[in-house]
């Protein structure tokens, strides 16, 4: 496998890309956490070695920029800190494994094997179209017809939820929930007004119309039938 190992100890550097290297492995060590992440970014590896405290860039916030720009290797932390919040902190950054300083190579070997095993991760989607409608959730931007439309961050929420349930009918209630994180009803008219605005922006300025109201019910969003 090819393997990029980001981490900053010389002793431990020298010591797994030796150990790496006789297992019959590729090992690119990286230094730095940022140059780590240009690398990661711009070749591809079967799995990372990330350690926690990286020069340059630490290593939670390089998995979480790895892992925004698509980069869905498996990787294995590595780290002195031991705690029960530290891993939790690790794993949810975007990391599949995490190992304690000091570690026995033959464990780090093992666990390395072991995500290399594993299926190579299904890209997900980054663009959903409805239509004539396209919204980018990398790049936040939304076009109808070709054109761009300007959201605000709630509208557009709202829109990635209700193209993610295209032609479905999405109950007020359950968009008080998804776009809003509201588990009671507010009493206000906060659905109403974003779908109104967004309608405005999505709809009224083009011939081709999405966005319907289904009357005492929900909205719905989807092609003309």
Partial sequence: MRILLIEDDRKTIDYIV???????????????????????????????????MLPGLDGLSVMKAMRAARVLTPALFLTSIGGVDDRVDGLEAGGDDYLVKPFAFSELLAR??????????????TVLRVADLELD???????????????????????????RGEGR?????????????????PKTSVVETHISRLRAKIDKPFEVQLLHTIRNI?????APR
Wanted: charged share 30%; hydrophobic share 35%.
């Fill in 169 to 185: 009918v999405l109950t007020r209630t359950m968009l008080l929930e998804r776009v809003w994180d509201f588990h009671f009803d």
């Fill in 218 to 222: 929900g909205y719905s969003l989807h």
């Fill in 137 to 163: 959730l990398v790049k936040r931007s939304v076009r109808k017809g070709g054109q761009v439309v300007d959201l605000q961050p709630r509208e557009f929420t709202l829109l990635e939820t209700l193209m």
């Fill in 18 to 52: 030796k150990g790496l290297t006789e297992a019959g492995h590729v090992c690119d060590p990286v230094e730095d956490g940022r140059d780590g992440l240009f690398q990661a970014t711009r070749e591809a590896y079967d799995v990372l070695i990330v350690d926690r």
């Fill in 112 to 125: 390395v094997n072991a995500l290399g095993r594993r299926p190579p991760p299904q890209e997900q989607t």
